[in-house]
Every structure is written in C-alpha cells, then in structure tokens.
C-alpha cells in the first residue's frame, strides 16, 4: 500500500460512523456452507463474513477489456505472464524516473504508487461477453451527448477542452467527490485498498480512494422512488447462499460510466472464496446504452501492506483543480493582452 500525506484522524472519524453498526460479540464465527474443501466462515448472527480490508492492486496490470487475439482465452500462458512482469517492471523503472521531483509536473509522490505488485494471469478484467470485450453500443448510445464534466478519463479526471469556468466544470473527482459506480472498482496506479464492515441487516464499504462509502441496507426495503437519482446510486443488498447480491438502481446524470448515465443499473455479487480472497463481480444493464448486459470482475486479496485504510485527505490542497481553473484565467488574460 502507498504511503500518504494522510492523518489517521479522518479515517477514525469515518469507521467510528461505519462502526456504530457493529456489535460488540462480531468477532465471533460460525461455520458453514463448505465449497472445495473450504468453509465459508460465518458471523456471530448467521451471515457469511465478507470483513476485512482488501486490495486490488495486484490485478492493476490486468486489461479492462480482453485483446481480439485472445479470443475468449481467459488466462496467460506462463510465458505470458512473464512478458507482463517485465512490462511492470519496466513501468516502475519509468514511474520512478518521470516523477522526480524536478521532472514532475501535478504527479504524486512517488511512494504512493502501486507499481510491481504480483501479476496476475487473467487478460481482462471483463469476464462476460465470453470474449472479455464489452458489447456494442445501441444506436441512443452512440449518439448520446456527454456533459464534459461528467466524462470519465483514466483515473476520472476532466481531460477535455473546458470551458474551465469554475469548480462545477470540472470532474466530481477533480472535485475530490467520487469517480462513481462501477468506476471505483477498477484498479488504478494507487489506493486500490477497500474495507468491508458488516453488521444485522447491514453491509458498509469504505473505498480508500476519494474516501467513498457505502452502507447498504438488507432488510428488503424498497429503492427509493424513481424519480431521486444520487451519484452514487441506490444499494438494496440480500444475501444468496454465501454470495451478497447488491443492486444499484437511482443514478444521476452527475456521474457517468463509459456513456452510461442515469439509466444504468448495476448488480453487485461478493462472494468470499478462501481466507485471503474476496470476488467481486459487477454487471452492468443499461438498455439504453448496450445491446446487452456485461459483467465485469476484480478479486480482494488480504496484504499485511493494507492493515487498514487511512484517510485520502483530496480536497486538502487541492492544487489540480486550483491550478486547472487559474491556468484558464491566465490563458484568457494573455488573449486579451493580445489582442
């Protein structure tokens, strides 16, 4: 895990909230429900236990969408994996020599990053279609305009041509918000770690990256009315043998997904696979965009480096997005003076 310019503090404050649902006898375990040789272990009131802080880190190098070549091969040969440790490898050399300090232009410090952890063999991190690729586009998608402050670059960030008026032009997580559903599963360059609390009728995600939380409920409560979209959705959990199954209904347009905004509507599955691995597997229906429903799939691991999640203090000395907005001022200014 990355070091941060974190303090401990916010962190405390945020699982202190996520706290208040647990109860005091969670650590006990039952057991049930074995699959291969593996029991799944269970809560103290009955639930399969999915706790812990997990990381995704080590599927980073892993392609969101799978080569053509491949065809619907799901793993690398050995050979294969190889080439990829070289390649990262080599994009840790890379990192290192292109965020020196005098080199360095808005990067991080480089001991954030997460660079050289253990590859993995799969080829896509898109498991359905078959061919690991995502399905084509329906016409309204193809054609549907994008407000460019909800358009998503690499790591969410507001790669277009502005205007850069102010703060509102700019990305939610510019803005230090959220990089939205199912964005922030992907795995990224750092903070990949995420923490699962549970308790009676709830489950709480805490994402390290951007500080967002979840809390879903699991008393079979209806979503909200259709007519309230959040940006972070509406999660509605039950549990399905030993698998969680959360459904993510209500989006806004504010945060938008490869084209798809408030009319895509998720269906989470997080199932616990052995001791050291959680599976999370994310679909994606929208209609409106796709010709079909696609699903997508990152694996938690435990890591001794992930020991907790502390807080990503973003909106304390946000210079990107200060510095975004007052290059456009002075951009506008040398015109004038120009002219």
């Known amino acids: 895990m990355a ?52 990381t995704t880190d080590w599927e980073r190098s892993v392609p969101f969408e799978r080569s053509r070549e491949l065809g619907e091969r799901s793993a690398l040969t050995t050979e294969e994996i190889a080439v990829r440790a070289k390649t990262e490898e080599r994009a840790l050399a890379d990192d290192k020599e292109t965020r020196r300090p005098s080199r360095s232009v808005g990067a ?17 991190l898109v498991v359905d279609p078959p061919d690991g690729r995502i399905p084509p586009k329906t016409l309204g998608g193809q054609t549907r305009q994008i407000e460019p402050s909800t358009r998503l670059g690499f790591v969410g960030g507001s790669f277009n041509d502005g205007p850069f008026d102010g703060p ?15 964005q922030t599963w992907q795995p990224s360059a750092y903070n990949n770690g995420f923490q699962i609390v549970q308790s009676p009728g709830y489950v709480a995600l805490l994402f390290e990256r951007l500080h967002e939380h979840r809390i879903i409920p699991l008393d079979g409560r209806p979503p909200l009315n259709s007519g309230i979209g959040q940006i972070f959705g509406d999660s509605r959990g039950h549990w399905d043998g030993d698998t969680l199954v959360v459904e993510v209904t209500n989006f806004s347009d504010e945060t938008n997904y490869r084209g ?19 599976r999370v597997e994310v679909t994606i229906d929208d209609p409106a965009t796709w010709t079909k429903p696609w699903t997508m799939v990152v694996n938690g691991k435990h890591d001794p480096d992930y020991w907790q999640i502390f807080e990503y203090a ?9 510095n975004i907005l007052s290059a456009a001022r002075n951009l506008e200014k040398a015109a004038e003076e120009g002219k």
């Open 168 to 182: 509102k032009d700019l990305h939610l997580a510019d803005r230090c918000i959220t990089r939205g559903l199912p």
């Open 260 to 278: 798809s905004g408030s009319t895509r509507h998720l269906i989470e599955r997080y199932t616990r696979v052995d001791d050291g691995t959680v």
């Open 108 to 124: 991080a410090a480089e001991h954030w990053y997460e660079f050289g952890k253990q590859v993995s063999s799969r080829t896509s």
């Open 3 to 54: 070091v941060r310019h974190l303090t401990r503090l916010g962190a405390a404050g945020i699982l202190a909230t996520i706290a208040l649902l647990i109860p005091v006898h969670a650590a006990a375990q039952a057991e049930s429900g074995s699959r291969d040789g593996w029991t799944t272990p269970k809560t103290s009131w009955g639930d399969p236990d999915l706790q812990g802080v997990w």
């Open 314 to 322: 973003c909106h304390e000395g946000n210079y990107g997005m200060r």
